[in-house]
Nanobody, 122 residues
Framework: QVQLVESGGGLVQAGDSLRLSCAAS????????MGWFRQAPGKEREFVAA????????YYADSVQGRFTISRDNSKNTVYLQMNSLKPDDTAVYYC???????????????WGQGTQVTVSS
């Protein structure tokens, strides 16, 4: 089992930037991807971005493409989500996730972090 701990959320204004971090521990080598999902009040959890543990492939939701960047540091077992040009619609709880199936499918996630709140004011 992989344990995931997020950090870096907060309250910012529209146009600002934030960087989220997700530190993984446990049997991380078994998992195929790590990624970020988010859930706004009254909405379903949605895919944001993902990266594979090996190689350079990254994946983004259309809504964040060009504004968010996912990266990893394998030596630290840590994944980052750099969020630029934040909008009020980005307000949500952001969850780190790891799994071995489809990177954008919440049902394929094996481990979830506890979540970190990101609030963007207009």
């Amino acid at each position: 089992q992989v344990q995931l701990v997020e950090s870096g959320g907060g309250l910012v204004q529209a146009g600002d930037s934030l960087r989220l971090s997700c530190a993984a521990s446990g049997r991380t080598s078994r998992y195929y991807f790590m990624g970020w999902f988010r859930q706004a009040p009254g909405k379903e959890r949605e895919f944001v971005a993902a990266i594979r543990w090996s190689g350079s492939s990254t994946y983004y939701a259309d809504s964040v493409q060009g504004r968010f960047t996912i990266s990893r540091d394998n030596s630290k077992n840590t994944v980052y989500l750099q969020m630029n040009s934040l909008k009020p619609d980005d307000t949500a709880v952001y969850y780190c996730a790891s799994g071995g199936g489809d990177y954008d499918d919440p049902e394929a996630v094996n481990s979830w972090g506890q979540g970190t709140q990101v609030t963007v004011s207009s």
